[in-house]
């Protein structure tokens, strides 16, 4: 935009010429790593063969001749960490890590990002002191509660913020937030915790030993997206250890006695399945899903008031003890229910339900109700409380997806399972005179998940990789018995403590 070039470009422009230094940059790029990687390495292959698979592959592979085998010692990473770990003589330890979310601070002024949960904590909108239970007992502090951290003549003042599942007598900090200059979003968000390392070229940056805390009479708000955590008994996941799941898998029975509905899909019937056992919660779905439909960052008040406006979101659950839990994630999304409660209640038939099996909302005749919320069992579908797309500065418009539509406040809205998507697919289909082919259309969310657990297809066609996982034994659904019909399943968690395969 603008006639713009990037910076790299910029740079060699200003630099002093010199002889056989191409001015572009692309040129430049290309000319270093024939000079410095490829001449001093013997290969077999030209070096633009080299170069091109090199881009596409993204790093050097066996195919470009580079890659040399190397065995792993691991005495020599059992003497190298050994230093590390031996107990602190004061008790307390501190871990600095770089952010999941804002890495080391770059990303700090994405409100995608910063409103993107914590993938452990659940955390949006800053960090905190991460410490077990037991240690905030010891510390006689309950989350929110700030604390002060010393490391040598350093001090740091930031919120306790306690988890299921971490070391005792550890705190850890994400590192990236409490930026001064960010940016209009980024700015003050957080608490800096770069002020309490030491030089950068210090062996050890991010691991310091007998680190002072104490509490500060101070509190400081901790907003969470989930703060429940436990389910309670309910089949809402389903886990098992392989050798448990090969003796007694986990089908579902109840399949033949789900009540009848009247809808009959004679064409397409679009569902999805996720699989829990390939799931990381890194969230990669969510973030899609936002860049996708359109979805407004809402900031940390109103996710503070429980408004938070993802389609798709990611709950994490425990299970075992609360000192040394086990993590699983479920992405939770609309289930388009072929017997839908949110149909029923609507007085304005705002949501209904489409010939090809999804729940589909009509944004011109909701006038807000928010009956469907209160009567969804999932409570996937978000309110527009207010206009977040009013304070727009243009070419901030850019950014919107052109095929879904920018909705305004006072309106329901939830996952369309990429409905646009689906149409665009149709209409090729019947330009060609075809039908569409399985793993043609790709969900949002399905196309960025980098572990690849979620699939979308016609459940109608038999030969359709969704229709063959929903026969698994894995298989089930979450909440089937209120008997709403879901179209989302889900594969079972299967667990490996001892490395065993499953068959």
């Known amino acids: 935009m603008f006639s713009a070039r990037q910076c790299e470009d910029s740079l060699l422009r200003w630099l002093p010429p010199t002889p056989g230094r191409p001015g572009d940059y692309h040129e430049y790029l290309k000319s270093r790593w024939r000079n410095e990687v490829y001449t001093r390495r013997p290969t077999e292959i030209d070096f633009e063969r080299f170069?091109?698979?090199?881009?596409?592959?993204?790093?050097?592979?066996?195919?470009?001749?580079?890659?040399?085998?190397?065995?792993?010692?691991?005495?020599?990473?059992?003497?190298?960490?050994?230093?590390?770990?031996?107990?602190?003589p004061s008790?307390?330890?501190?871990?600095?890590?770089?952010?999941?979310?804002?890495?080391?601070?770059?990303?700090?002024?994405?409100?995608?990002?910063?409103?993107?949960?914590?993938?452990?904590?659940?955390?949006?909108?800053?960090?905190?002191?991460?410490?077990?239970?037991?240690?905030?007992?010891?510390?006689?502090?309950?989350?929110?509660?700030?604390?002060?951290?010393?490391?040598?003549?350093r001090s740091l003042k930031i919120p306790a913020l306690i988890?299921?599942?971490?070391?005792?007598?550890?705190?850890?900090?994400?590192?990236?937030?409490?930026?001064?200059?960010?940016?209009?979003?980024?700015?003050?968000?957080?608490?800096?915790?770069g002020t309490l390392r030491k030089n950068v070229a210090d062996l050890s940056p991010w691991f310091y030993t007998g680190v002072g805390v104490e509490t500060t009479g101070e509190s400081s708000r901790i907003i969470r997206v989930q703060t429940h955590f436990s389910i309670e008994g309910r089949p809402i996941i389903k886990e098992a250890s392989a050798s448990a799941f090969r003796s007694h898998p986990l089908a579902e029975s109840e399949a033949e006695s789900r009540p009848h509905v009247l809808w009959s899909y004679r064409g397409y019937h679009w569902a999805m399945v996720v699989d829990l056992t390939a799931c990381t919660g890194c969230g990669a779905c969510s973030l899609a899903c936002t860049a996708e439909n359109n979805i407004p960052v809402v900031g940390p008040?109103?996710?503070?008031?429980?408004?938070?406006?993802?389609?798709?979101?990611?709950?994490?659950?425990?299970?075992?003890?609360?000192?040394?839990?086990?993590?699983?994630?479920?992405?939770?999304?609309?289930?388009?229910?072929?017997?839908?409660?949110?149909?029923?209640?609507c007085p304005v038939a705002a949501t209904v339900r489409s010939p090809e099996g999804l729940n589909e909302m009509v944004y011109n005749r909701c006038v807000g109700t928010r009956y469907?919320?209160?009567?969804?069992?999932?409570?996937?579908?978000?309110?527009?409380?207010?206009?977040?797309?009013?304070?727009?500065?243009?070419?901030?418009?850019?950014?919107?997806?052109?095929?879904?539509?920018?909705?305004?406040?006072?309106?329901?809205?939830?996952?369309?399972?990429?409905?646009?998507?689906?149409?665009?697919?149709?209409?090729?289909?019947?330009?060609?005179?075809?039908?569409?082919?399985?793993?043609?259309?790709?969900?949002?969310?399905?196309?960025a998940c980098p572990a690849e657990a979620i699939v979308f297809g016609d459940l109608n066609d038999p030969q359709s990789r969704v229709s063959q996982l929903t026969k698994e034994t894995r298989a089930y659904h979450v909440l089937d018995d209120l008997g709403v019909r879901p179209s989302v399943t889900y594969l079972a968690k299967i667990r490996n403590p001892r490395l065993d395969t499953v068959a």
């Not at 949006?124 to 040598?152: I, P």
């Not at 994490?316 to 000192?323: L, N, Q, V």
């Open 51 to 88: 170069w091109n698979i090199s881009l596409h592959e993204g790093f050097i592979t066996a195919t470009t001749g580079f890659l040399q085998p190397q065995d792993l010692r691991p005495e020599a990473v059992l003497e190298a960490i050994g230093e590390y770990a031996r107990p602190s």
């Open 91 to 153: 008790g307390i330890d501190l871990v600095l890590t770089p952010s999941p979310r804002v890495f080391d601070g770059r990303f700090a002024n994405n409100g995608w990002l910063q409103e993107l949960p914590h993938p452990v904590t659940t955390q949006v909108w800053g960090n905190g002191a991460l410490m077990s239970r037991a240690t905030a007992q010891r510390l006689q502090c309950r989350e929110g509660d700030v604390v002060r951290l010393t490391v040598e003549r």
């Open 163 to 193: 988890e299921p599942g971490m070391a005792d007598d550890l705190i850890s900090i994400d590192l990236g937030y409490g930026r001064r200059i960010a940016g209009s979003i980024g700015s003050s968000v957080g608490v800096d915790a």
């Open 301 to 345: 008040e109103q996710v503070s008031r429980k408004r938070e406006m993802h389609w798709m979101r990611i709950d994490r659950y425990y299970s075992g003890s609360p000192d040394n839990p086990s993590a699983v994630y479920q992405p939770i999304l609309c289930q388009h229910c072929d017997a839908a409660p949110c149909e029923k209640v």
């Open 372 to 447: 469907c919320a209160n009567n969804c069992p999932y409570k996937v579908r978000r309110f527009n409380f207010f206009n977040y797309h009013k304070q727009l500065v243009s070419p901030a418009e850019l950014v919107y997806n052109p095929e879904v539509t920018v909705r305004n406040r006072g309106i329901m809205e939830k996952c369309t399972f990429c409905v646009q998507r689906i149409t665009a697919a149709k209409h090729r289909a019947k330009i060609e005179g075809r039908k569409i082919r399985d793993g043609e259309i790709q969900t949002a969310c399905q196309q």
